[in-house]
């Protein structure tokens, strides 16, 4: 079935400024047909998922998919492993396996990566929320999965993503860093997953 809708899920901190944010929606609008979707995510990890729900409430059950960066790769797994979008194509790059452990020491006051002046405050209540919003450990159809992991990132350990996403196309990459400065690389093998 062809891709009809992309949904793109920027990271802590990150917006749909970012660089692969923006990379993103320049491949989407080159694609006939292609809606793209990458909202402002809320600090609040339950709002984030509620505003994700809403946005895609009315997408079709196969033909669309969702690409989520560092924790937009962990809320993209959670959309993905709920009933109503076990049909999708998910892409993941650099995804946080476990958000509520590593994001717990920046529990306090938060500047956009993109934009310093924007603040948000970061709350042991927003920990709380990651570990219930925490997707089951066994995906299902791990072959939806395309998960684009970079040995050099310098946040997450690599080998815990090739654990949690193992059985799931994508690629490992030996350098490269947390921001895949190098993304344009790896759209190609991202693009065709999406498209199927």
Same mark, same amino acid.
């Given at each position: 079935m062809p891709l009809t809708h992309l949904l793109y899920l920027h990271g802590f901190r990150s917006s749909p400024a970012s660089a692969k944010a923006r990379r993103m929606a320049q491949w989407a609008a080159e694609q006939t047909g292609l809606l793209f979707d990458c909202p402002q995510l809320p600090p609040s990890p339950l709002?984030?998922?509620a505003l994700m729900q809403e946005r895609v409430r009315d997408w079709p059950a196969e033909g669309a998919a969702v690409v989520g960066s560092s924790l937009g790769g962990f809320y993209a797994t959670a959309l993905a492993e709920q009933p109503a979008h076990r049909g999708w194509r998910v892409g993941l790059l650099n995804p946080a396996v476990d958000p509520a452990r590593d994001l717990a020491r920046h529990i306090g006051t938060q #500047? @956009?990566? +993109?934009?310093?002046? &924007?603040?948000?405050?970061? #709350? @042991?209540? +927003?920990?709380?929320? &990651?570990?219930?919003?925490?997707?089951?450990?066994?995906?299902?159809?791990?072959l939806r999965y395309y998960a684009v992991i970079a040995k050099g990132d310098e946040l997450l350990d690599w080998r815990e993503m090739l654990a949690r996403y193992a059985g799931c196309d994508g690629e490992l990459l030996e350098g490269s860093d947390h921001a895949l400065s190098d993304f344009e690389n790896q759209l190609p093998g991202l693009a065709r997953h999406l498209l199927g």
């Open positions: 709002e984030a998922m #500047t @956009a990566w +993109h934009d310093p002046t &924007l603040q948000f405050d970061f #709350t @042991a209540a +927003h920990v709380e929320e &990651l570990r219930r919003l925490a997707p089951p450990p066994l995906l299902r159809q791990p």
